[in-house]
T-cell receptor
């Protein structure tokens, strides 16, 4: 069975601090996909990134970066120089490669960025 | 930019009533999904749909639930006889090539059963 664990329920930081959101996953699939989604207070789910299990290169997109480590089954997300607009719930998710994208979500980490 | 559109944004219904939640997926997408998020909890998979049939469903998706693609653009989720515990945010999603491309989510329909 697939499982995603986000142990951090809530993180509070002050603007401009860096923050890392942890994600640990479990799967028996050799090919799988990892995702991060952002859920702002308005409620929608915003896609941030998708990585496949064969691509362990870290990725940077502006202030966002992702660290994928297969050895520890982790896919952590770092926001550099956080801003108030980053306040949201962030979900890590996992899917297999059976043709359909059934996403298994973690419980989410609520990030509060104060001015 | 193409987006997944869901209507209504909020629906209040009486217990035992039928509800239909509507979604318009992105036009060139072939794979469709419904997910549910009970308030404050994680997002849970309900069902995936491809080639006019259900490809996978979760244990949540019991006989009270059904999905349909009645025409070339809409994708609906029907709950036949709503229960209080069906109160949740329901998200529709679509992807172009299933597991090989990312799924894009609609803004959600908040269903409140009273």
């Amino acid at each position: 069975a697939q499982k995603v664990t986000q142990a951090q329920t809530e993180i509070s930081v002050v603007e401009k601090e860096d923050v890392t959101l942890d994600c640990v996953y479990e799967t028996r699939d050799t090919t799988y996909y990892l995702f991060w989604y952002k859920q702002p207070p308005s409620g929608e789910l915003v896609f941030l990134i998708r990585r496949n299990s064969f691509d362990e290169q870290n990725e940077i997109s502006g202030r966002y970066s992702w660290n994928f480590q297969k050895s520890t089954s982790s896919f952590n997300f770092t926001i550099t120089a956080s801003q108030v607009v980053d306040s949201a719930v962030y979900f890590c998710a996992l899917s297999g490669s059976n043709g359909f994208q059934k996403l298994v979500f973690g419980t989410g980490t609520r990030l509060l960025v104060s001015p | 930019e193409p987006e997944v559109t869901q209507t209504p944004s909020h629906q209040v219904t009486q217990m035992g009533q039928e509800v239909i939640l509507r979604c318009v997926p992105i036009s060139n997408h072939l794979y469709f999904y419904w997910y549910r998020q009970i308030l404050g909890q994680k997002v849970e998979f309900l069902v995936s749909f491809y080639n006019n049939e259900i490809s996978e469903k979760s244990e949540i998706f019991d006989d009270q639930f059904s999905v349909e693609r009645p025409d070339g653009s809409n994708f609906t989720l029907k709950i036949r006889s709503t229960k209080l515990e069906d109160s949740a945010m329901y998200f529709c999603a679509s992807s172009q090539q299933g597991a090989f491309t990312e799924a894009f989510f609609g803004q959600g329909t908040r269903l409140t059963v009273v």
